[in-house]
T-cell receptor, first 114, second 117 residues
């Protein structure tokens, strides 16, 4: 079945540092790929998505490129801020079944220090 | 703001009690999903509705779990005879189209945190 493997945390960075959170997946066919973010005390919010190979999703300075050859969707940001502190989830939505539910990784806790 | 809402936000139950968790999806959204998120883990799929039809309940962990969406809008997840292992955050999500569109974004509610003592 579908699965997502995500870089384990927690990750602690200083403000303005470069961020990479690795994500790889296993799926049948051509899934859509997502990054969701969960700020403290809040629900999951979509951060960015990519729906086909070589697409780049971007939002709020974050980027991720859908790499089918390496089955990866790594999240990057060039300069993190304290306000980026949150839990980040990589997810895919597969091509099989009527639900097409999201399959999530286990999440990566990011803390950015001033 | 017409986002997905869930109630209650927090629920404490004694082992063996029945609980009911409510989800109000975004108006007009066809698809509705329930997920269970254990502490420190990513959400896991429970069940899926397309309008009032429950098309997939493969993720429900036992027959103590039951979900309905009788009029194709509000949904209720019911857990009978709660056990400690049911303690988790229960998330509801909706999306505008039927489940065949893998590109659709799912919009999540804030979740209900269930604690079973």
């Amino acid at each position: 079945g579908d699965s997502v493997t995500q870089m384990e945390g927690p990750v602690t960075l200083s403000e303005e540092a470069f961020l990479t959170i690795n994500c790889t997946y296993t799926a049948t066919g051509y899934p859509s790929l997502f990054w969701y973010v969960q700020y403290p005390g809040e629900g999951l919010q979509l951060l960015l998505k990519a729906t086909k190979a070589d697409d780049k999703g971007s939002n709020k300075g974050f980027e991720a490129t859908y790499r089918k050859e390496t089955t990866s969707f790594h999240l990057e940001k060039g300069s993190v801020q304290v306000s980026d502190s949150a839990v980040y989830f990589c997810a895919l939505r597969g091509m099989v079944g009527s639900a097409r539910q999201l399959t999530f990784g286990s999440g990566t806790q990011l803390t950015v220090l001033p | 703001g017409a986002g997905v809402s869930q109630s209650p936000r927090y629920k404490v139950a004694k082992r063996g009690q029945d609980v009911a968790l409510r989800c109000d999806p975004i108006s007009g959204h066809v698809s509705l999903f329930w997920y269970q998120q254990a502490l420190g883990q990513g959400p896991e799929f429970l069940t899926y509705f397309q309008n009032e039809a429950q098309l997939d309940k493969s993720g429900l962990p036992s027959d103590r779990f039951f979900a309905e969406r009788p009029e194709g809008s509000v949904s209720t997840l019911k857990i009978q005879r709660t056990q400690q292992e049911d303690s988790a955050v229960y998330l509801c999500a909706s999306s505008p189209s039927a489940g065949t569109r893998a590109t659709d974004t799912q919009y999540f509610g804030p979740g209900t945190r269930l604690t079973v003592l």
